[in-house]
């Protein structure tokens, strides 16, 4: 295979690389730089400015407001997003439920929904996992019981990422008990303002607000609210997952993360020597970066199925194990390269002053929030222990 990009899409890489360093929002960057958590308002403003130059739903059919770009000029979109220090795009909405709407939903749906997540006018959260019912999802029971023209839902949704934020929520939702437990299972779209619907904040141990348990009391959703036929929403589901588990990756990111563990490791000395002249440590430094090279055309190889009109199949599984654990391990080798200063962790601080007033380098609070965060990676979106019995029966067929 020829790894190299043509020149043409080098001209794009400089097209893009351009619009971040001169037209995106700098103050975003400054800010997720810093450490800080982006508001409602920051996601937003980034992705209206993404969708003025028609460049937010990257992998959406064109028919459905999506770029037509190639798979290498995706790749390198990510890339330089991620080089430049920008936001992902809020993934629920056009990674996630955007893609099962265009797919199967009604035209109707589709024009109700579609613009306010191509505009980011609407914000969405996604209700699947419960309280008794996390990478096991078949077995939820959080339910709808449908009275006439509305289902009245009643139950708890819980890790609802950005749920504060969000305008929608689209839920997998119980709508059947009798057979089994995959079947009865319906996707259901809920306006957040609906009466009955209480977020509560859910702190984690970065010191952050992004996830929340949303409870649902007698919240009446129209039937039209409904995506495909009831009973069907584990078909759905498993669509969507294929898209969020691909979403992982973020190989620019982390090569970016790896840099700045680099940079610090040849500023910061131990016994009169440079950190990166360790060998031990220039030895992890060096798996981790081979690590990325092996996502990185993994990735590939899932950009290039998908390019061909393929949906990203339960091959994601092995992206999402890969890509969680090498992230989890980046943030380990960063804690290790700011040494004593990775405990200088204050939520959404900047650099905190030392206990003695020295001032801590301004990468320290970032590395933390970075590795305790990073510890739900092998959890969400299905644990990895799951995804291993995803690849051992679906893929490797195994008994």
Request: charged share 25%; proline share 5%; hydrophobic share 40%.
């Amino acid at each position: 295979m020829d790894f190299s990009f043509s020149a043409e899409d080098e001209e794009f890489r400089m097209m893009m690389r351009d619009f971040f360093e001169n037209e995106y929002p700098s103050d975003i960057v400054e800010k997720i730089g810093r450490g800080h958590s982006p508001s409602k308002e920051d996601y937003q403003r980034s992705e209206r400015a993404l969708a003025a130059k028609g460049w937010l739903a990257v992998n959406w059919p064109k028919s459905d407001g999506g770029t037509g770009w190639t798979a290498n000029q995706k790749y390198i979109f990510d890339e330089e997003l991620e080089r430049a220090g920008a936001l992902n795009v809020v993934p629920m909405g056009l990674l996630y439920v955007g893609p099962v709407i265009y797919t199967f939903g009604t035209d109707d749906q589709k024009k109700r929904w579609l613009p306010g997540i191509l505009d980011s006018t609407t914000f969405w959260a996604q209700g699947y996992s419960e309280p008794g019912s996390g990478s096991d999802l078949a077995s939820l029971q959080c339910a709808a019981i449908r009275e006439g023209d509305e289902y009245v839902v009643n139950g708890t949704k819980i890790w609802t990422s950005l749920g504060q934020h969000a305008d929608w929520i689209f839920c997998l939702l119980r709508t059947d008990n009798s057979g089994k437990k995959q079947e009865g299972i319906t996707f259901l779209c809920i306006d957040m303002a609906t009466p009955g619907i209480t977020v509560n904040p859910i702190i984690t141990i970065d010191g952050k607000h992004s996830l929340n348990s949303v409870t649902f009391e007698d919240v009446r959703v129209p039937v039209e609210n409904r995506i495909g036929e009831e009973g069907k929403g584990w078909t759905y589901a498993n669509y969507l997952l294929g898209h969020e588990r691909t979403s992982y990756a973020h190989v620019a990111g982390k090569r970016k993360q790896l840099e700045d563990i680099r940079a610090t490791a040849m500023r910061t000395e131990s016994d009169g020597a440079r950190l990166l002249d360790d060998p031990a440590f220039a030895a992890k430094l060096a798996t981790l970066e081979t690590r990325l090279d092996a996502l990185e055309l993994t990735v590939l190889r899932t950009l290039a199925s998908v390019a061909e009109g393929g949906a990203p199949g339960e091959e994601s599984s092995i992206l999402k194990i890969i890509a969680t654990e090498l992230a989890q391990d980046i943030t380990e080798l960063g804690m290790e390269a700011h040494g004593a200063y990775a405990q200088a962790y204050f939520p959404d601080s900047a650099a905190p002053a030392w206990t003695d007033n020295t001032p801590v380098p301004a990468g320290a609070a970032p590395a933390v929030a970075q590795y305790l965060g990073a510890r739900a990676q092998s959890i969400y979106g299905g644990s990895n222990e799951i995804q291993k019995n995803i690849i051992s029966k679906r893929i490797l067929k195994l008994p």
